[in-house]
């Protein structure tokens, strides 16, 4: 797995995946939405595909003696990394936008611990969608993209919708989710602990679904 990985990088991985890793820096902008930048996170994961259809990589990897399921696994666990390491990037400028704008993101949600939670989840069923509809047929990448960013944009809404009401609301829940103070992020860790939770099991369920798919394509 350890060579199939580095084949996976060596075919998939451009200089355009590193300069929209950076794009996550944009998370430092006063009054962004913070979810945004991890849209481009996703944009950067169609390249990845597009890359290797570019390099042949699917037609190069069936002529190495391993499973079809092995590909997935091993694309999977690229793009596992490719988004820890894009989410742990952004911290520091999570940490600095808070000292630089103490009153907060107008725009949405702060970058605070529930945050990273809930950007974890988010990605979660980004990945389900995008993966599965891909390797359900092998056809262009743009299509299944283009499906799960329907959807990224759907949940977005769905996410931010209680920091853009909780004023109105005066919900107590609403309001927590969006505190940047001390205390409160001690009390949003189990958020933070069940979107990772929710992300490496999505990723078992998306390889598993995804493998099962692949292999009933006639390649």
């Known amino acids: 797995m350890k060579n199939f990985l580095i084949k996976e990088i060596k075919l998939c991985l451009s200089t355009v995946n590193i300069m929209f890793l950076l794009f996550v820096a944009m998370i430092i902008i006063p009054n962004y939405p913070c979810y945004v930048p991890f849209f481009y996170l996703c944009l950067s994961i169609f390249f990845i595909f597009n890359n290797g259809e570019l390099n042949k990589d699917i037609e190069y990897s069936m002529i ?12 999977c666990l690229l793009v596992a990394f490719y988004e820890i390491a894009g989410a742990l990037f952004t911290i520091p400028f999570a940490i600095i936008v808070k000292k630089l704008v103490p009153q907060g993101n107008q725009a949405g949600i702060d970058a605070n611990v529930a945050f990273y939670g809930l950007v974890l989840i988010l990605l979660s069923v980004f990945n389900y969608v995008f993966f599965t509809a891909f390797y359900k047929k092998c056809e262009k990448p743009g299509k299944a993209f283009f499906k799960a960013s329907i959807v990224f944009w759907v949940l977005y809404l769905f996410l931010e919708f209680p920091v853009w009401t909780k004023n109105i609301f005066n919900n107590k829940f609403f309001i927590f989710l969006d505190k940047t103070d001390f205390s409160s992020q001690i009390h949003q860790i189990p958020i933070l602990i069940a979107g990772i939770g929710v992300f490496f099991a999505g990723w ?8 099962s798919l692949f292999e009933k394509v006639d390649l």
């Open 64 to 75: 190495l003696p391993i499973r079809k399921r092995d590909m997935i696994k091993s694309r």
């Open 204 to 211: 078992i369920i998306t390889y598993k679904k995804s493998a």
